[in-house]
């Protein structure tokens, strides 16, 4: 049996339908919420009830054969798959590191591993517990987690005693990782990887607040009070983030209170167990507030923020019921980090209908490298592609992996990861962001689903405090205020035409919007003219040696 969203186009009902048609189903849910007029429901006022869309398990067969039927437009059933969902996490380790090597495709048998040790420790020398560490050999790579002496044993298998082509430590939170090529391991005493924090190599780290590589370049810093008073915080608007949940025990996130978990766990308080880290980390970067032991600011810290969980396991019928809540709730944005390679009627509807209530989606365009992903590929959402910058990550992280391609003179690229096409929007620093992670600590991510926070972010406060969105078509919940919200991010985005638009859009969005001398600044974004614009310079990442302790 496989899942399969229908929804009919008339009458009668879907279940009623499929019983006539003799196919026997499993119905798995029912998602039937509020439509705007002139949605395909056609409610004379207001909002009504929208037509009815089942989510059931069908023989694959015969799914199939009724889906068919359904997009070469025969019989009043609108029948898709149910898809599962992708989250966003960018980039393929072993495929950056080893690329097409046949060292990955090695089989082990009648390999004799050589079992190695490695010890983990920060700056002071302290042992570093928790650190996942991965070593590649031959075939796939060994990993582990270091115990409380900062110590991890594991078995290297490779044709040279000692030789791995690759370490890679990383910690849960507050570190830099390390990636280490071309290595020789001893087998008689612990091979020793030091561990930065982030604020040895980010001065700014210590600030208060602490803003973000990513806020400093789209300029929040710049941005005066509103009226010369009042804080630039997202006071007043709402934003959903559909994702993999939240942990609001982080200091920094404590604020948020408003959760649903979609993916069937049956606990109501789901929401806030994230087991990716993935929807925490775009929280901080919306809305983290500084708190004790912690200075990080979100973009819109005073926004009132829904979590909708539907990682893991899930699938597009649960966007398509976050989306009705958001429509019920009266969400002014939804930051949407997940992705399909399928292209859904029915989510596409429910998408129109969220805009014609005023609620401006955003989404993160993917990070498979290739054309740009669904959700971010319809027209009424804005697709968000990924920037990095060299200067704001050490060159022995993973983040170093992801540098691709040509460069402006400040270092900022394309990463090789993100997804492009002529659906992109816009694009916004998404390697090696910090942001909140659960457990109460922060750690450096990369992925367009980290770079489309940024633009709800700026999103939000253009909404709660520029005088266009006060009155007239500004104000009112409506399409005319998303596609109008739209614009104004894309025409306050700083170009970055060198590393093509299909890969950047309109470029960076800034805040350039509330201040009027802001706009000279944008020049120091800006590329130089084509002759000295870019140049190409390959991937940095260099090999360094492993310490070994005496």
């Given at each position: 049996?496989?899942?399969?969203?229908?929804?009919?186009?008339?009458?009668?009902?879907?279940?009623?339908?499929?019983?006539?048609?003799?196919?026997?189903?499993?119905?798995?849910?029912?998602?039937?919420?509020?439509?705007?007029?002139?949605?395909?429901?056609?409610?004379?006022?207001?909002?009504?009830?929208?037509?009815?869309?089942?989510?059931?398990?069908?023989?694959?067969?015969?799914?199939?054969?009724?889906?068919?039927?359904?997009?070469?437009?025969?019989?009043?059933?609108?029948?898709?798959?149910?898809?599962?969902?992708?989250?966003?996490?960018?980039?393929?380790?072993?495929?950056?590191?080893?690329?097409?090597?046949?060292?990955?495709?090695?089989?082990?048998?009648?390999?004799?591993?050589s079992?190695?040790?490695?010890?983990?420790?920060?700056?002071?020398?302290?042992?570093?517990?928790?650190?996942?560490?991965?070593?590649?050999?031959?075939?796939?790579?060994s990993?582990?987690?270091?115990?409380?002496?900062?110590?991890?044993?594991?078995?290297?298998?490779?044709?040279?005693?000692?030789?791995?082509?690759?370490?890679?430590?990383?910690?849960?939170?507050?570190?830099?990782?390390?990636?280490?090529?071309?290595?020789e391991?001893?087998?008689?005493?612990?091979?020793?990887?030091?561990?930065?924090?982030?604020?040895?190599?980010?001065?700014?780290?210590?600030?208060?607040?602490?803003?973000?590589?990513?806020?400093?370049?789209?300029?929040?810093?710049?941005?005066?009070?509103?009226?010369?008073?009042?804080?630039?915080?997202?006071?007043g608007?709402?934003?959903?983030?559909?994702?993999?949940?939240?942990?609001?025990?982080?200091?920094?996130?404590?604020?948020i209170?408003?959760?649903?978990?979609?993916?069937?766990?049956?606990?109501?308080?789901?929401?806030?167990?994230?087991?990716?880290?993935?929807?925490?980390?775009?929280?901080?970067?919306?809305?983290?507030?500084?708190?004790?032991?912690?200075s990080?600011?979100?973009?819109?810290?005073?926004?009132?923020?829904?979590?909708?969980?539907?990682?893991?396991?899930?699938?597009?019928?649960?966007?398509?019921?976050?989306?009705?809540?958001?429509?019920?709730?009266?969400?002014?944005?939804?930051?949407?980090?997940?992705?399909?390679?399928?292209?859904?009627?029915?989510?596409?509807?429910?998408?129109?209908?969220?805009r014609?209530?005023?609620?401006?989606?955003?989404?993160?365009?993917?990070?498979?490298?290739?054309e740009?992903?669904?959700?971010?590929?319809?027209?009424?959402?804005?697709?968000?592609?990924?920037?990095?910058?060299?200067?704001?990550?050490?060159?022995?992280?993973?983040?170093a992996?992801?540098?691709?391609?040509?460069?402006?003179?400040?270092?900022?690229?394309?990463?090789?990861?993100?997804?492009?096409?002529?659906?992109?929007?816009?694009?916004?620093?998404?390697?090696?962001?910090?942001?909140?992670?659960?457990?109460?600590?922060?750690?450096?991510?990369?992925?367009?689903?980290?770079?489309?926070?940024?633009?709800?972010?700026?999103?939000?406060?253009?909404?709660?405090?520029?005088?266009?969105?006060?009155?007239?078509?500004?104000?009112?919940?409506s399409?005319?205020?998303?596609?109008?919200?739209?614009?104004?991010?894309?025409?306050?985005?700083?170009?970055?035409?060198?590393?093509?638009?299909?890969?950047?859009?309109?470029?960076?969005?800034t805040?350039?919007?509330?201040?009027?001398?802001?706009?000279?600044?944008?020049?120091?974004?800006?590329?130089?003219?084509?002759?000295?614009?870019?140049?190409?310079?390959?991937?940095?990442?260099?090999?360094?040696?492993?310490?070994?302790?005496?």
């Open positions: 049996m496989s899942n399969f969203g229908l929804m009919s186009s008339g009458s009668p009902n879907v279940a009623t339908q499929l019983k006539g048609l003799g196919i026997e189903f499993e119905p798995v849910k029912s998602l039937r919420g509020r439509s705007p007029a002139g949605s395909l429901s056609t409610p004379a006022f207001g909002l009504a009830r929208g037509p009815e869309i089942l989510v059931a398990r069908l023989d694959p067969e015969q799914g199939e054969a009724l889906r068919l039927q359904s997009a070469n437009g025969f019989g009043q059933l609108i029948v898709e798959h149910d898809s599962p969902l992708s989250y966003g996490a960018a980039g393929n380790l072993e495929q950056a590191l080893m690329g097409n090597s046949a060292a990955l495709r090695v089989d082990r048998t009648g390999l004799k591993p079992p190695v040790c490695i010890q983990l420790v920060g700056t002071d020398d302290k042992p570093l517990p928790g650190v996942a560490v991965l070593v590649f050999g031959a075939g796939l790579p990993q582990g987690i270091s115990d409380d002496d900062g110590k991890v044993e594991l078995p290297l298998y490779t044709f040279q005693p000692g030789q791995a082509q690759a370490v890679v430590a990383k910690s849960r939170k507050d570190y830099w990782d390390v990636v280490v090529r071309n290595v391991l001893r087998p008689d005493v612990p091979n020793v990887i030091q561990l930065r924090t982030f604020n040895e190599t980010l001065p700014s780290y210590n600030k208060k607040p602490f803003l973000s590589w990513g806020q400093e370049l789209m300029m929040q810093s710049q941005v005066p009070p509103v009226n010369g008073t009042g804080p630039v915080d997202g006071h608007v709402k934003i959903a983030i559909i994702d993999s949940g939240c942990d609001n025990t982080h200091p920094s996130l404590q604020h209170t408003s959760g649903t978990d979609l993916t069937g766990g049956g606990k109501s308080a789901g929401w806030m167990l994230d087991p990716f880290s993935h929807g925490t980390h775009c929280a901080g970067i919306i809305s983290a507030r500084p708190a004790r032991g912690s990080m600011r979100g973009f819109a810290p005073a926004a009132e923020i829904h979590v909708f969980k539907t990682f893991p396991g899930g699938r597009l019928s649960d966007v398509i019921g976050a989306l009705d809540q958001c429509i019920e709730q009266g969400i002014d944005i939804v930051n949407l980090s997940v992705g399909t390679d399928e292209i859904s009627f029915l989510v596409e509807q429910k998408i129109m209908e969220a014609q209530c005023g609620i401006a989606c955003i989404a993160a365009a993917g990070n498979t490298g290739g740009v992903q669904y959700p971010a590929r319809s027209p009424y959402v804005l697709a968000v592609a990924a920037i990095g910058r060299q200067s704001d990550f050490p060159m022995d992280s993973s983040h992996l992801t540098v691709k391609g040509p460069q402006t003179l400040d270092g900022t690229f394309s990463p090789d990861f993100t997804c492009y096409g002529p659906e992109v929007g816009v694009c916004a620093p998404g390697v090696a962001v910090i942001s909140t992670v659960p457990g109460g600590g922060f750690d450096a991510m990369d992925g367009t689903s980290v770079a489309a926070p940024h633009v709800t972010g700026l999103a939000a406060i253009l909404l709660a405090h520029h005088p266009a969105f006060k009155s007239g078509l500004g104000k009112q919940r399409a005319a205020r998303v596609e109008m919200l739209f614009e104004f991010i894309k025409q306050n985005a700083a170009a970055l035409p060198f590393l093509g638009t299909d890969r950047t859009g309109a470029g960076v969005p805040m350039a919007a509330f201040n009027a001398d802001a706009f000279s600044r944008l020049s120091a974004l800006r590329p130089p003219a084509m002759s000295q614009g870019f140049f190409i310079q390959p991937n940095p990442f260099l090999s360094q040696p492993l310490g070994l302790a005496a």
